[in-house]
């Protein structure tokens, strides 16, 4: 087990993402050690770290010469093709073993893309529960429909009892991890303190059973909502815990399965927290190694503009993107709603680059890796390959984070006020998407009405809401 630079630095990832990572991977090789296992770890700070994967390979040839290495599938494409390498570079050979935290195999999901137009998660999950099992009354979804989406989308109020994340008290091995991430990733995004990651499979387990009694009953209804001042809401925060291989995807789910089958947890909340898992986190990973390696450069709207330098500073008037990126500089975590519809909506409908919006989100938060980050980002937030993975961009006016949170009432500009000085900049920033991108999208059914309304606006009211918008942009 390794610890190198190379893997901490490609992007400058979050200085808590870092330490969580090290901390659990020096207590796993502690557990396995326990359990009679001999560990050759190399930590980062050892004097001959070469700081690279490839590297650390070499300097362990050398010290144990093996007769082949045995490793398991990573989740990058740039990592695999490392390894890839190693069989000639080394005159080893490599057996590389298909990653086990997984439903469908790589096989499984190109069989069910394969000559489909466009690939809908929707179809893709209701074939994982009848794989599984889960939420299934034999060969029907339980209670009779396959997604209660449709109720998973109130607005929370400030009277809710809202639940606090299971903190877990950093110990002795974490607070050497958290001194070496202070010295050595200073420069990095993010605070690192306090930090209350669980770092081993029990503290996983704990935050798990921690969000089934006092998160999952109403993780449902408010899923999509956005308090100012709560953060966490009813999340379970567990996705960096599954990523990392803490948790163990199916367990969680059918711990899920048995909390509404016990009755405590309505379906709609059970429903929509197992396709998360089963569905977007399986789907996801499918299209990614799908489509790799071109697909970290799709660009379908041809976006330029530099992300913004508030993304790493959270200094912006716009309340929203100042809570969720906030947020994100303390916690490494935001919900997929403040990703997808704060910072994602914003850097689509101002037309950022989505290769520099990728690297942002791969770098800000615990649960992201590549397999997992790159199609919810580049696909699915930023419409860059053009519709393989949505029906349609997802690109709002203020009116739906005015919808769904409470951020507007606080806000330096007015959700209500659709143009000029003091006006909300998605407003004027979301025609001006839709008019820029007119050939690209008005074929799109699901765009038509949007185009409608447009066209019915007189030319004054359309040059009002377009030189709105360019105030807006050369602001960035």
Known sequence: MVEVREEATYVRHHKKKIAFLFSAMRHFAEELREGGWTVDYVKLDDADNSGSFTGEIEHAIQREAPDKILVTEPGEW?????????????????????????????KEFEDWAEGRKQLRMEYFYRDMRRKTGLL?????????????????RKPAKGDLDIPTPLEIEPDEITQDVLKLVASRFDNHFGDLEPFWFGVTRDEAEAALDHFI???????????????????????????????????????VCRRVEAAYQNGDAPLNATEGYI???IGWREYMRGIYWLKMPDYVDLNFFGNTRDLPDFYWTGETDMACLRAAITQTKEEAYAHHIQRLMVTGNFALIAGIDPKQVHEWYLAVYADAYEWVEL????????????????SKPYAASGNYINKMSDHCKGCAYSVSKKTGEGACPFNPLYWHFLDRNRDKLSGNPRMAQMYRTWDRMDDDRKTEYLDSAEK?????
């Open 78 to 106: 740039r990592v695999l093709e490392a390894m890839k390498s190693w069989q000639d570079k080394f005159e080893l050979p490599v057996e590389i073993l298909p990653d086990a935290r997984f439903i469908a195999s790589h």
């Open 136 to 152: 299934m009354d034999g060969d029907k979804p339980e209670g009779g429909e396959w997604n209660y989406d449709q109720e998973n």
């Open 213 to 251: 009694d006092v998160g999952l009953a109403n993780f449902g209804d408010y899923q999509d909502a956005m308090l100012e001042g709560e953060k966490f809401l009813y999340h379970s925060l567990l996705s960096f815990y599954i990523n990392a291989g803490l948790l163990d995807p199916l367990n």
């Open 275 to 277: 396709r998360q898992i």
């Open 375 to 390: 199609p919810n980002t580049l696909g699915m937030s930023q419409f860059g390959d053009g519709g393989l993975l949505g």
């Open 472 to 476: 807006v942009l050369e602001s960035l």
